[in-house]
Nanobody, 120 residues
Framework: QLRLVESGGGSVQAGGSLRLTCAAP???????????MNWYRQAPGKQRELVAS???????TYTDSVKGRFTISRDNSNKKVYLQMNSLKPEDAAVYYC???????????WGQGTQVTVSS
């Protein structure tokens, strides 16, 4: 497995919730706890943006548009990261990508992306 493994994408109504899951590949499993985990998204015609980030010390940050609605978390025992998305809006529709960046080397690993669709 060369990429992060993502799941949980789908279609929801505006105001609904969705939880994305990202699992670390075998390549970085042993050092997962020293990686900063990130969720990016990219909508058609728009630049990819960083949505949420959680450090190895579990300090998290969010882009302004999702504050109060999204929550990023990590499970270091099971080598997974989550993005809980509540009160979803049509503007949240995008392909969401999981990213892992080594705190020491800066090397990055990406997921294949998962589609999130929000209808009015």
């Amino acid at each position: 497995q060369l990429r992060l493994v993502e799941s949980g994408g789908g279609s929801v109504q505006a105001g609904g919730s969705l939880r994305l899951t990202c699992a670390a590949p075998r390549t970085i499993t042993s050092v997962f706890n020293m990686y900063t985990m990130n969720w990016y998204r990219q909508a058609p015609g728009k630049q990819r943006e960083l949505v949420a980030s959680i450090s190895s010390s579990r300090s998290s940050t969010y882009t302004d548009s999702v504050k109060g609605r999204f929550t990023i978390s990590r499970d270091n025992s099971n080598k997974k990261v989550y993005l809980q998305m509540n009160s979803l809006k049509p503007e949240d529709a995008a392909v969401y990508y999981c990213n892992a960046r080594s705190d020491s080397s800066g090397d990055a690993v990406w997921g294949q992306g998962t589609q999130v669709t929000v209808s009015s």
